[in-house]
């Protein structure tokens, strides 16, 4: 049935406004019994009177009436286009404030479509963007190229032209810690290497009120800008054992691996927390203790700390008065104090082993195991003692 008014009614002493979807004469007479109100706004018939009347059981009645009749009121209409809502049951329309300058259906169904197209307009010239500025691969430099060897190899594809969403892989991991993982991939945007997928679900796209917009980058898929030629000639480069030994001397190199290992100690600081139902976003203060602590302990040892400081402070939290915020926050003080205490007396920290959740990851296997040539010499051993050369021969043994 078309919704193709035939005729309209004036209910009286209200605004409600009749309309009918039929012209059978009976019909028509039902739905105006039906919608009939009397002076006091009250519906003049009972559903059951009328069946009565037309002898017709009441749950045909109600049928009849909800197809073939709506009512609707000039100051109940959609917020936005101004349409009036129509109502096809006595309880839809006792509840009509309730639809007051609400948003219809069809507006809303019109602004998601709005909105899905704005997306895949910015997904789209995200990705025009960075195609027509692909650096070349001999410009790259040595942090770009290991962090696209560590994505490629744990989110690319077989083929080396498509990179998986963060979020749907769980195998392998990219770097030590989650945070670090969109680090990585955020460089690899600005360098113009990872090229937003067309098959990015829209959901990755978060727009705000003041038009602006923000990708979350773990739920985004990518490209890859290089040729899949390319990225094999960059893991040859990187898995040279000659170029490996050139690759050590450049500044960048040790950065990176200090990075990895202040990560390392970063995803271990928030699990040991987490056992203890405390949380914490280690920001400045937290990554220079670490940064201490690794000038002078291995991750394995700076684990042992981080574990007898978090121990600390989840003891600290039960004390009256003490937040588990401000308990949380204690921990960097406590694992600083901890270092110190070790320092000053000469201690041997015991090594941790790696924990189950955090294995090793792709970035820390190419710089500890490909280029530096240990068996995850990272996590066991001080930086300065790998990169002074000795370490890595006698545990590359
Ligand atoms: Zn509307």
């Known amino acids: 049935m078309t919704e193709s008014p035939t005729q309209t009614a004036t209910a009286p002493a209200t605004t409600m406004q009749l309309e009918f979807l039929t012209d059978d004469d009976e019909t028509v007479r039902i739905c105006v019994d039906y919608w009939r109100q009397a002076e006091n706004g009250r519906f003049a018939l009972t559903v059951r009177e009328i069946a009565h009347l ?9 049928t009849l009436v909800e197809t073939y ?80 060897l560590a994505t490629t190899q744990t989110l690319g594809n077989e083929n080396l032209t498509t990179i998986e969403s963060l979020n749907d892989y769980s195998i392998l991991k990219l770097s030590p810690d989650p945070d670090y993982d969109k680090t990585i991939l955020r460089h690899l945007i600005q360098q113009n290497l990872l090229l937003i997928s067309l098959d990015t679900h829209i959901e990755a796209v978060q727009l705000s009120e003041d038009g602006q917009f923000a990708i979350e980058i773990g739920e985004s898929k990518f490209n ?24 050590i001397q450049v500044p960048e190199f040790a950065e990176l691996c ?8 970063l995803a271990f600081l928030k699990l040991a927390l987490g056992k203890h139902r405390l949380y914490l976003s280690p920001g400045k203060k937290t990554r220079q203790v670490l940064t201490q602590c690794l000038e002078h302990f291995s991750v394995a040892q700076i684990y042992c700390l981080i574990w007898r400081a978090a121990k600390d402070a989840a003891a600290y939290s039960l004390r009256p008065g003490i937040g588990r915020r401000h308990a949380a926050n204690s921990v960097v003080g406590n694992i600083s104090r901890y270092m110190e205490t070790a320092l000053a007396n000469g201690w041997d920290i015991k090594a941790f082993r790696r924990d189950y ?41």
């Not at 809303?108 to 909105?115: F, K, T, V, Y």
């Not at 800008?225 to 170029?243: F, G, K, R, W």
């Not at 200090?258 to 100690?265: F, G, R, V």
């Not at 955090?358 to 010499?377: A, E, Y």
Request: charged fraction near 25%; glycine fraction near 4%; hydrophobic fraction near 35%.
């Open 54 to 62: 037309y002898g017709i059981r009441r749950d045909a009645i109600s």
């Open 258 to 265: 200090h990075e990895a290992q202040l990560n390392e100690c």
């Open 224 to 247: 890859l800008a290089l040729h899949p030629d390319q990225v094999i000639a960059l893991m040859n480069e990187i898995y040279n054992a000659e170029t490996a030994s050139e690759i």
């Open 357 to 397: 959740d955090l294995p090793q990851s792709s970035l820390s296997r190419i710089l500890f195991n490909v280029v530096l040539g240990t068996d995850d010499g990272g996590f066991k051993y001080a930086l300065h003692e790998l990169l002074d050369g000795d370490r890595r021969m006698s545990t590359s043994l």
């Open 69 to 148: 009749s709506f009512v609707w009121q000039d100051d109940i209409c959609c917020g936005r286009c101004k349409n009036p809502y129509r109502f096809s049951t006595r309880t839809q329309y006792q509840n009509r404030r309730w639809f007051q300058d609400r948003i219809c259906l069809s507006c809303q169904e019109a602004e998601h479509r709005e909105i899905v197209n704005r997306k895949k307009t910015i997904i789209s010239e995200m990705r025009r963007s960075a195609e027509g500025n692909k650096p070349s691969l001999e410009n790259l430099d040595l942090i770009t190229k290991i962090y696209l």
